[in-house]
């Protein structure tokens, strides 16, 4: 079955410096790959998606990389700020179905002054 | 902004029992999911929803559970008769077809005693 899963559970950056977080896939078929904001007590929020023929897409402070290669996805955020302390779950869908997503573990990013 | 609702927040009950928890999509959206988040782990799929049926389910929608759109604004999830491992918080999540974007919910935690 699918697998996506997250090469680190927690990550800690200061205040203003760039984050990455990453993302392991191992299902070929996905037809898009998302990222997904999950602050405490709240349902999860979508940042940004990317096409599978895609290998970068960039939003307002935020970059997704998606390697098909090694299956590896990761989320770049410019300059960390404290509202970005959340859990990040990368999700994909896959073509053909409803579009349900299948998310994976998750990484908690805290922000640090 | 428009929003998905659910109700109630918190729902306790006794193991055997059924729960009904409830959802309002945002009024244009075409597609309708739930999800489940056990405390700490990962945000696992349950049900998608489609012009009044559902679309897919995964391994955990079993018998015990149903949805149901009564009317043109809610959809429900119902569990007949709850076990210990039902407890979770469970989202719903809307939207228009042809989109990546699901918005969430807020969530009900159901904790079964």
């Known amino acids: 079955g699918e697998n996506v899963g997250l090469h680190l559970p927690t990550l800690s950056v200061q205040e203003g410096d760039n984050s990455i977080i990453n993302c392991a896939y191992s299902?070929?078929?996905?037809?898009?790959f998302i990222w997904y904001k999950q602050e405490s007590g709240k349902g999860p929020q979508f940042i940004i998606d990317?096409?599978?023929?895609?290998d970068k897409r960039q939003g307002q402070r935020v970059t997704v990389l998606l390697n098909k290669t090694v299956k590896h996805l990761s989320l770049q955020i410019a300059a960390t700020q404290p509202g970005d302390s959340a859990v990040y779950f990368c999700?994909?869908?896959?073509?053909?179905?409803?579009?349900?997503?299948?998310f994976g573990s998750g990484t908690q990013l805290t922000v640090l002054p | 902004e428009p929003e998905v609702t659910q109700t109630p927040s918190h729902q306790v009950t006794q193991m055997g029992q059924e729960v009904i928890l409830r959802c309002v999509p945002i009024?244009?959206?075409?597609?309708f999911y739930w999800y489940r988040q056990i405390l700490g782990q990962k945000v696992e799929f349950l049900v998608s929803?489609?012009?009044?049926?559902?679309?897919?389910k995964s391994e955990i929608f079993d018998d015990q559970f149903s949805v149901e759109r009564p009317d043109g604004s809610n959809f429900t999830l119902k569990i007949r008769s709850t076990k210990l491992e039902d407890s979770a918080m469970y989202f719903c999540?809307?939207?228009?077809?042809?989109?990546?974007?699901?918005?969430f919910g807020p969530g009900t935690r159901l904790t079964v005693l």
């Open positions: 999700a994909e869908i896959t073509s053909g179905s409803a579009r349900q997503l299948t």
């Open positions: 299902n070929s078929a996905s037809d898009y």
């Open positions: 990317i096409r599978s023929n895609m």
């Open positions: 009024s244009n959206h075409l597609y």
């Open positions: 929803f489609y012009n009044n049926e559902i679309s897919e």
């Open positions: 999540a809307s939207n228009v077809r042809g989109y990546n974007e699901q918005f």
